[in-house]
């Protein structure tokens, strides 16, 4: 049966793309056609192109009690959503919504890493050790455990990471970076890169030292910041490259503390804060991917104080190894929110890294390259 009813499939793309998440949810199951078609990236791209700018900014985290979803609404005052009994906090702040998510894989005080996320997937490390990787999608709770990664276990590493798309082959891709030390001091490193389509590892070469970073994933390219360059890794060409820095990091660099993050989810940002000037952060964005000139000095924030997630406020970017958000709130004001980096376990008394990543709701399954995930 023609489930498509002689429509071309242009538009039934574009039908579909204008239904919510729950809808979708349920018609992947009409037939192994739209199985395929709603869990593509290219389907995730028409859909976020037709529909208006989500007003709910979420973000997955990880403790290691297990994993949440935090949803940040913006719902002005007076809209027929405006939800009067929110959660606010005991000083009557906005607290954001928290959904405690089912993995089936999660192990008891075991805290999950959070690589990144692509089109609704997810990429977990499950051991710590960069070498049990899971694809999940929590909305169709879908899992995948994935082949392990060949390196050296017995030796003490770093890894840089980072999982992204590659549009030309429609595949998602894993990349790591090892490096160690061997006697009497010399670093060694090798990279790797994991296909999905393909379910395999293969070693790539790298001239750039990572170090321990996360790859951030924009324009079909993962990024990382090392010594004081962006350093882009293109997913399709599987090759490295230098990205244009503003003139600040090449004429006056001395004595800044910087990072890397990316502004809601579209534009490379670069923030540092100066020795000079230790309560300011200043911020640079590229406002054309690849065009040194197009850097423009975005704003400055201070560096700390109290600040709080309210009604209005709209989530920009997520910063410094996402332990920042980088907030709007009246179009004109801007701050930043620090998450809590440690989690005190009541029992034991150690604290343990929290972490957290931008997170959309789509319908892809990990198994997108198979028929393994059907129902």
Known sequence: ????????????????????????????????????????????????????????????????SGLSLLSFEDVPEGSKHHDGNASKDKEGHLEPRIDELYF????????????????GLVCLDLEGNYDHFVLWNPHIRSCRELPKPNHASHCRYWVAYGFGYDSASQDYKILLEWTWTVPPGVRERRTQI????????????????????????????????TYKQVVGFDLEKEMFYKVAMPPP????????????????????????????????VEYWVMMEYGVQAS??????????????????DLVRGFM??????????????????????????EDCKI?????????????????TFSTEGME
Not at 351 to 367: Q, W
Request: charged share 20%.
């Open 1 to 64: 049966m023609n489930v498509n009813q002689g429509l071309p499939l242009v538009i039934v793309e574009e039908i579909l793309a204008l239904l919510p998440i729950e809808s979708l949810l349920r018609f992947r199951v009409v037939s192994r056609e739209w199985f395929f078609l709603l869990g593509s990236a290219n389907f995730q791209t028409i859909r976020s192109k037709l529909l208006p700018p989500h007003r709910t900014q979420r973000f997955l985290k990880s403790r290691s």
């Open 249 to 280: 990091w090449v004429d006056a660099y001395e004595g800044r503390s910087d990072g890397l993050g990316l502004l809601g989810g579209q534009y490379l940002c670069l923030f540092w804060i100066s020795r000079q000037s230790p309560t300011c």
């Open 295 to 312: 850097w423009v000095r975005f704003i400055e924030l201070p560096a700390k104080g109290p600040v709080y997630y309210e009604r209005d």
């Open 104 to 119: 089936p894989l999660k192990r008891a005080d075991c805290l999950v890493k959070l690589i990144g996320s692509c089109n």
């Open 320 to 345: 410094n190894n996402h332990r920042h958000l980088w907030v709007q709130r009246r179009e004109t004001q801007f701050y930043v929110i620090e998450f809590r980096l440690e989690d005190e376990d």
């Open 194 to 225: 994991f296909s999905l389509k393909a379910n395999s590892w293969k070693d790539i070469p790298n001239h750039w030292e990572l170090l321990l970073s996360e790859g951030f994933f924009l324009n079909g390219a993962l990024h990382w910041y």
């Open 351 to 367: 604290h343990k890294t929290v972490d957290a990543i931008p997170y959309t709701e789509a319908v892809t399954s990990p198994y």
